[in-house]
């Protein structure tokens, strides 16, 4: 039960920030019957975009944070900097991951000729 509560914790300091600046985020580029297939395309590339940069980078971040302080605090235990280690390793393979994935399907959506404005747009 102790470990629910310090993720949830964890979780909730983590998206307070996001939750704080939501109204600056437009994640549905268009409203009603004005959607159409590019809108469609423009609202994955926003939630793709979301995902990538205001989710995985935070999140590796405070891994590589956690892992350093581990590092530090370990006191000689070859254990916990084995422990450390290991955390350090498998955020940079997630980041690793994460950026595989999104050059891949930007790659394949623009060899399958969609050369809408919502391939290289930014977040808005």
Same mark, same amino acid.
Request: aromatic share 14%; with cysteine.
């Given at each position: 039960?102790?470990?629910?509560k310090?993720? @949830?914790? $964890?979780?909730?300091i ?5 939750v704080? $600046? &939501? /109204? =600056? %985020?437009?994640?549905?580029?268009c409203?009603? &019957?004005?959607c159409? %297939?590019?809108?469609?395309m !423009?609202?994955? =590339? ?5 995902? $990538? %940069?205001?989710? !995985? ?11 350093? %302080? ?6 000689g235990?070859? /254990?916990?900097?084995?422990? &450390?280690? =290991?955390?350090?390793?498998?955020? @940079?393979?997630? $980041? @690793?991951?994460?950026? &595989? !994935?999104?050059?891949? @399907?930007?790659?394949?959506?623009s060899?399958?000729?969609? /050369?809408?404005?919502?391939?290289? =747009?930014?977040?808005?």
């Amino acid at each position: 039960m102790q470990k629910i509560k310090k993720f @949830v914790i $964890l979780l909730s300091i983590l998206f307070m920030p996001v939750v704080s $600046l &939501a /109204e =600056n %985020f437009v994640l549905i580029p268009c409203k009603g &019957a004005d959607c159409d %297939f590019n809108g469609l395309m !423009a609202l994955i =590339n926003n939630v793709i975009h979301f995902v $990538l %940069f205001y989710m !995985a980078v935070p999140i590796a971040a405070i891994m590589f944070f956690y892992a350093g %302080f581990m590092m530090v605090t370990s006191a000689g235990s070859s /254990e916990s900097k084995t422990k &450390a280690k =290991n955390i350090f390793s498998s955020a @940079v393979y997630g $980041l @690793v991951i994460v950026a &595989a !994935a999104w050059l891949i @399907v930007r790659t394949i959506l623009s060899i399958l000729g969609y /050369e809408g404005a919502w391939i290289f =747009n930014n977040f808005k």
